[in-house]
């Protein structure tokens, strides 16, 4: 089994490019996801996240509103981190259990492992290989207030909260330029799992 990590900054396209793999034969694990179901309601997860931010994250139906509690962790380190120290062991335990059947359901499988802050938690330490997905800063921005409907000033904050994404890309084994047609990005994805596959070994 071939474990993939795969990064990139927030709205640079990293679930499209997951997608494509996916779309290829790979087996794919959105941490996103991941994250999500640990903070769902009834969960260890969402219990600590309540205790530690109040009752106020909360939305009518019981589940956290985690658009407004995404805003107030970017605006806030300290809060940040408080989060973190709650969903990454939850999302760490839940990749590994994911990784454990993968591997018995498929040894030769190349797995994609979706993963925001892949370096920032040390998570590519557990990977054959590192991509990151890269759009120019100014694109990124545009995407970002598209997307999640906020305006510049709390792009660019939530853009500086992570790791620049010139180191993630010098970190990386191969870096997917997403800035262009969606064709040429699928061309680069089909490259590199074609490498991965025909190798079976991770690059060097």
Not at 49 to 54: E, N
């Amino acid at each position: 089994m071939i474990v993939v990590g795969l990064t990139g900054g927030i709205a640079s396209g990293k679930s499209t490019v997951a997608s494509f793999f996916e779309q290829l034969g790979a087996r794919r694990i959105d941490a996103d996801r991941l994250a999500r179901e640990a903070l769902a309601r009834g969960t260890p997860g969402w219990a600590q996240a309540v205790a530690r931010f109040g009752r106020g994250i909360l939305l009518p139906d019981g589940e956290i509103d985690r658009k407004g509690l995404a805003a107030r962790v970017f605006a806030d380190a300290a809060e940040r981190r408080a989060l973190e120290a709650i969903v990454h062991p939850a999302v760490r335990e839940s990749v590994r259990r994911r990784l454990a059947e993968i591997g018995r359901e498929e040894p030769s499988a190349l797995v994609v492992l979706e993963v925001p802050l892949l370096f920032e938690t040390g998570m590519d330490r557990g990977c054959d290989a590192r991509v990151v997905v890269f759009v120019p800063e100014a694109l990124q921005i545009e995407r970002l207030m598209a997307r999640d409907g906020i305006d510049r000033e709390e792009a660019l904050r939530r853009i500086r909260a992570q790791m620049p994404l010139s180191e993630k890309c010098a970190r990386a084994d191969w870096v997917i330029d997403n800035a262009g047609p969606l064709a040429a990005t699928q061309a680069q994805v089909r490259d590199i799992y074609r490498r991965l596959a025909a190798a079976q070994v991770a690059p060097s």
